[in-house]
């Protein structure tokens, strides 16, 4: 079990399992972010699309 994990299971008894739940769809969101700065991936129109439809069903579904 790793840190991921671990830190899941501390939001699920803090925040409940339905937000949790939730937040936890927001991995490809932070991913992007990351691979943009540190990899130093291209902003695309496909990427751009994606992110927005992540942040407004994460927002739908909270």
Do not use: N, W
Not at 27 to 44: D, Y
Request: aromatic letters at 10%; proline letters at 2%.
């Amino acid at each position: 079990m790793g840190f991921g994990s671990y830190f899941f299971f501390v939001s699920l008894t803090l925040i409940g399992a339905s937000k949790a739940t939730s937040l936890s769809a927001i991995t490809p969101f932070l991913s992007s972010i990351i691979a943009l700065v540190t990899l130093k991936e291209k902003l695309t129109l496909t990427l751009i699309l994606g992110t927005m439809a992540t942040v407004a069903g994460i927002m739908v579904i909270m």
